[in-house]
């Protein structure tokens, strides 16, 4: 093992001496003392980057880790900031600026957001701690609902366990975006010794201090805003509705279960062994119903109780997915397709406003919204961006994430989406009908738009700009066997969004590949999708050609059109490999 450097040794000892937290600086100890040098280098080449995203990393003792030493930091950055930007500060507490602090289940969650309350109070700033962990959409709603100039959320949402995050929201509720990531970033480096960062004592609910631990009545007001979405209507076909619910081991089912009852839906079937907050998600090797096996208990449950659909939120609970009986079984819905069905809903209600998503997800909004003469939008990915959009009606974006509810969260919110899924899957069935009727209904009115998505992960993270580099280089001329009619390098930036890490491939026939890299994970992402019309003349109506769907349409048309685009999604998939070098 080669010697560890001086400069290094320093900065570690340095890092421990200050470390509060015993567990982190046993094991920073620990790595001095074996002199491992490529431990101790890993950890302190470099920071985490605070970003849009805030910060989200594995836990540990480190520059480079989720620990106490970052989030004190991190905090004193934003109170920093907020002082700058013209927070009213305090030392009496009722007459100071507010932020709102959460915090999911995940471990140290519940240290880092009391932790963030004490560099909050010492800045002057009041600090309204979340009364335990919760869902990530309901400290978005508080920060509207009790006034805030801003809000911190402590989750690494659909992270591995050993990960943890600190997202931060400003103002109305929204998540960062720049200049301000960039601005507190500049904070958190000039904080100096942590000793001389001001911490304020821990107070109570109903007291003048600076700190307080609020009361119940904050996630109340949330559920009851939420279960007023669905107001009204016909109760006897929510409670005929059969449901199966997983929460992933995270923190939202307890509040989706008040809600459905606020609502006047029956209590959902739940996995046991999902059921309850557990930091180490012992039934998943990722918690993340996008990712395969996820949604396996869930799915075996609604076979034994003959549910009629699935539902699941991550661990935070601002995500929400879809499974629907199929003929050959069980079967996830895709995140444009949920998008889908939730405009469907919104747009037959009447909901008016700008319907928006992000560039990865699907077209099909565009034209679904078009056609009800509505506005229509895209965004960079991410809700810091979607959530801004003045005069939202609704926005999603494809890995699962939905607003509906912009007045009251402007940001993903798994629970409310969920609510609403739920609302369309009783009032369909009530008429003998499925979702999948719905999505075949959208599918003969727009096209089939039918998307997938190639991801890989890199453990070496320089070949993640080599692999961008290698594309934008040599530019395919087909993907498919259809044309390159268009390349957009978004990292130039385009009249409607600004730069990102990002290609963006106009193919003929109206279908489209973008690669970009993950904000979150260390991947490359490539989104496909292909349009594909609806013969609406196909088949007989007597069963032949995929036969009639249970509202008595001809599902033959949609069914030849998926075909179609299974073989084209699979030959630009191949095609996107090769030229990445996947």
């Known amino acids: 093992m080669s010697p560890v450097s001086d400069d290094l040794l320093e900065r570690a000892r340095a890092w421990a001496a200050e470390d509060p937290d015993p567990v982190t600086r046993e094991e920073l100890e620990s790595l001095l003392a074996a002199g491992d040098r490529a431990e101790l280098a890993d950890r302190f080449s470099g920071t985490l980057e605070f970003g849009t995203a805030g910060l989200r990393g594995a836990l540990g003792a480190g520059p480079r880790r989720m620990n106490r030493v970052v989030v004190l930091r991190a905090a004193a950055g934003l109170a920093a900031y907020l002082q700058n930007t013209g927070a009213t500060v305090s030392s009496a507490g009722r007459d100071a600026a507010s932020v709102v602090i959460g915090y999911d289940a995940r471990h140290n969650s519940d240290v880092f957001a009391r932790d963030t309350a004490e560099v909050m109070a010492g800045a002057g700033i009041r600090a309204l701690l979340m009364p335990r962990p919760l869902p990530t959409p309901l400290l978005a709603f508080a920060i509207r609902e009790l006034g805030c100039i801003a809000g911190v959320m402590v989750t690494a949402s659909h992270n591995p366990p050993q990960d943890n995050g600190y997202k931060v929201y400003l103002g109305d509720g929204s998540q960062i975006v720049p200049p301000a990531d960039a601005e507190i970033a500049a904070r958190i480096a000039a904080v100096g010794a942590l000793a001389d ?183 960079l990915t991410g809700f810091k961006w979607i959530g801004r959009i003045p005069g939202l009606a609704f926005g999603y974006e494809e890995a699962l994430g939905y607003c509906v509810d912009p007045e009251h969260v402007k940001d993903k919110d798994g629970v409310s989406a969920l609510l609403l899924v739920l609302e369309l899957a009783a009032t369909v069935k009530a008429q003998g009908r499925t979702l999948r009727d719905v999505l075949d209904d959208i599918a003969r009115t727009h096209g089939l738009h039918a998307t997938d998505q190639l991801s890989v992960r890199f453990t070496d993270l320089a070949e993640i700009p080599a692999t961008m580099a290698r594309l934008r280089e040599l530019p395919p001329a087909s993907l498919g066997g259809l044309d390159v009619e268009r390349v957009d390098d978004l990292s130039l930036g385009t009249p409607d969004l600004p730069p990102t890490d990002g290609l963006r491939y106009l193919l003929a026939d109206r279908a489209r590949v973008i690669v970009r890299p993950s904000g979150t994970e260390p991947k490359i992402k490539c989104y496909l999708e292909v349009v594909v019309p609806v013969d609406t003349s196909a088949g007989s109506g007597t069963g032949d050609a995929g036969g009639v769907d249970a509202g008595g349409v001809d599902a033959g048309g949609v069914d030849a059109a998926r075909i179609a685009a299974a073989g084209r999604l699979d030959a630009i998939r191949a095609d996107v490999q090769k030229a990445a070098g996947l």
């Open 197 to 379: 960062v001001p911490r304020g004592p821990s107070g109570g609910a109903g007291t003048d201090d600076l700190i307080e631990v609020l009361g119940d009545d904050i996630v109340e007001r949330y559920e009851q805003t939420v279960a007023a979405l669905v107001a009204g209507g016909d109760a006897a076909s929510r409670r005929a509705l059969r449901v199966v619910y997983t929460p992933l081991h995270g923190v939202g089912g307890t509040t989706v279960q008040r809600v459905l009852e606020l609502a006047g839906f029956g209590a959902p079937h739940e996995p046991a062994a999902q059921a309850a907050p557990d930091p180490d998600f012992p039934t998943v090797s990722f918690p993340n119903p996008e990712e395969p096996g996820a949604m396996d208990l869930a799915m075996a449950l609604a076979g034994e109780v003959d549910a009629d659909i699935v539902v699941a939120n991550d661990p935070d609970a601002d995500r929400c997915a879809v499974a629907l009986p199929g003929p050959h079984g069980w079967q996830m819905l895709r995140g444009d397709e949920v998008g889908a069905l939730l405009a469907q809903h919104l747009l037959g209600q009447g909901r008016k406003g700008v319907y928006a998503q992000s560039i990865v997800s699907s077209s099909l909004l565009g034209a679904m919204a078009a056609a009800a003469g509505q506005p229509h939008q895209e965004t």
